[in-house]
């Protein structure tokens, strides 16, 4: 029977393409987004793949957008916490609210969405958890102090979590990509882009989505079951640990 797998701010970007690629190696998939009805829409139409709307910043509506899931699809074997926002700022003119909206979303999350899912699990035996850190939660990168951090704290919960849920058959682990050819880059300042990123990177180039997704549906298989607590590197060498 095929495996259910929750794909967080999957409608988009790197998300769509873990959707997509989940779906074609036979998962069962939802994928959650939280404000772009049009775009949810439009992926749902092109890929038959159920969309949830919910906020992960909330504890309370992943509580709730999980259970639905669940209702729908089936308990949640898989999870991918790939939902993100930048909210880019020099740090000495960063707001409190695009600090907070950061690691609300993008660490906060992890939380709000394992805690749901964690029992379950637990109880089955079997779970693969995947984070989508980034690479500037590993090398820290100007103008995301609030990113940064929250990126890099994805990776402690990765590491404790794994620990934590090893006995249970339960794998956690992050995946860190680098500059991938997402909306999320293409908003980065195009001199800078220019100037100060893709110089940086020997394979010469913006990774794709489908890229990172080929990694998720590793991680997630039975072959994968080794790993756990990894942080998976995938940046064209751009920063390597
Ligand atoms: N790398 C190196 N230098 C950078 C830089 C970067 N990513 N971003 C900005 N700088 C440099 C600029 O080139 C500029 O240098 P000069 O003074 O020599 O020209 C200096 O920092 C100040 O930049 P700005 O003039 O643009 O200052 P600003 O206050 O108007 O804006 C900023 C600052 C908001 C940080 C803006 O530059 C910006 O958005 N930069 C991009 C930051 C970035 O890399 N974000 C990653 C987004 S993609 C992502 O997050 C996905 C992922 O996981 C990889």
């Known amino acids: 029977m095929s495996r259910v797998a929750l794909v967080t701010g999957g409608t988009r970007g790197i998300g769509a393409a873990i959707a997509k690629a989940l779906q074609a190696a036979s998962y069962k998939v939802g994928a959650n987004y ?57 740090f000495h003119r960063m707001t409190p609210e695009q600090w907070v909206a950061v690691v609300n979303t993008n660490l906060n999350s992890l939380f709000n969405m394992c805690r749901p899912v964690i029992e379950g699990m637990r109880a089955r035996k079997f779970g693969r958890i995947v984070n989508i850190s980034s690479i500037n939660g590993q090398k820290g990168q100007m103008g995301q102090t609030n990113y940064s951090a929250a990126k890099a704290g994805e990776l402690g919960f ?68 080794f790993i756990t607590g990894s942080t998976m590197t995938v940046n064209g060498a751009q920063y390597l640990t």
């Not at 949830?52 to 709730?64: G, I, L, M, P, Q």
């Not at 001199?191 to 080929?214: F, H, Q, T, W, Y």
């Not at 991680?219 to 994968?224: G, Y």
């Open 158 to 225: 990765t590491k404790a979590l794994a620990q934590e849920s090893a006995k249970s058959g339960i794998t956690v682990n992050a995946i860190c990509p680098g500059y991938i050819n997402t909306e999320m880059v293409q908003a980065v300042p195009k001199d800078v882009l220019e100037k100060n990123i893709l110089p940086l990177i020997p394979v010469g180039r913006l990774g794709e989505p489908e890229e990172i997704a080929r990694c998720v549906v590793f991680l997630a298989s039975d072959d994968a079951g």
């Open 34 to 90: 939280g404000g772009n009805d049009e775009a949810a829409k439009k992926f749902n139409a092109e890929t038959g793949i159920a969309v949830f709307k919910w906020d992960v910043s909330s504890h309370e509506a992943c509580a709730a957008g999980t259970k639905a899931v669940e209702a729908a699809l089936g308990p949640v074997e898989v999870l991918v916490n790939n939902a993100g926002i930048t909210r880019d700022a020099m």
